[in-house]
Each structure stands twice: as structure tokens, then as C-alpha cells.
Nanobody, 124 residues
Framework: QVQLVESGGGLVQAGGSLRVSCAASGRGASRLTVGWFRQAPGKEREFVAAIRWGGDFTSYADSVKGRFTISRDNAKNTVYLQMNSLKPEDTAVYYC?????????????????WGQGTQVTVSS
């Protein structure tokens, strides 16, 4: 079973930056596709970005493309989401999720393991 722990959320003003991290541990913690999702109050969980184990292929939601960057350090089993030019509408709980298939799925149901989430709040 893989355990995922997010960190790095917080409060930032619009236009600012934050980096959130997702550390994986446990059996099979390496060679995972990792996705970031977010959920705002009263809304469904939505895809943000994903990265394959090799780091050679990334995908982004249109709403964050050009502002967010997903990356990974396989030696540390950690995936990062660098968020720049943040907007109030980026406010949400951000979750990382992992799946063993080498495919950047945008669907939450296709991920096997989830972290507990980290709050990101962007003030206007």
C-alpha cells in the first residue's frame, strides 16, 4: 500500500506563488504516475496536472496551463506542483493521487491512492 503526504499549502495573495509537495512511501512507492487534483467547497474534485514516472510526459488542465508546473524527484519519491500567478479561483484543497499504470489519467476514479490534501487559499 502506498501512502501519500502533501505539504506546502497556505495563504497567498493573488499573483503570488506556492509550491506543494507530495511524498510517497510504502510498498511500491516508486514507478507511479502521480496526479494533482483540487476541490473547492461545493464543487467536484477536478484534475489539475499529472506526471508519469519517467517525468517525460506531463499534462495540465487548461485552467492552469502556463501557470502551474508539475515535476518529480524520483530519488526522493516526491512530486511537486509549482503554482505561479495564482488567482482566487485556484483556492481549494489540493490532493495528490497515484496510480501504477503509466498513463496520465484525468479521472479521479482511475487513481488508487490519495493523500489527505493540503489547503491553498488565494486572497484577492
Amino acid at each position: 500500500q502506498v501512502q501519500l503526504v502533501e505539504s506546502g499549502g497556505g495563504l497567498v495573495q493573488a499573483g503570488g506563488s506556492l509550491r506543494v509537495s507530495c511524498a510517497a512511501s510504502g510498498r511500491g512507492a516508486s514507478r507511479l504516475t502521480v496526479g494533482w487534483f483540487r476541490q473547492a467547497p461545493g464543487k467536484e474534485r477536478e484534475f489539475v496536472a499529472a506526471i508519469r514516472w519517467g517525468g517525460d510526459f506531463t499534462s495540465y488542465a487548461d485552467s492552469v496551463k502556463g501557470r502551474f508546473t508539475i515535476s518529480r524527484d524520483n530519488a526522493k519519491n516526491t512530486v511537486y506542483l509549482q503554482m505561479n500567478s495564482l488567482k482566487p479561483e485556484d483556492t481549494a484543497v489540493y490532493y495528490c493521487a497515484a496510480r501504477r499504470l503509466d498513463d496520465n489519467s484525468r479521472y479521479p476514479a482511475e487513481y488508487d491512492s490519495w493523500g489527505q490534501g493540503t489547503q491553498v487559499t488565494v486572497s484577492s
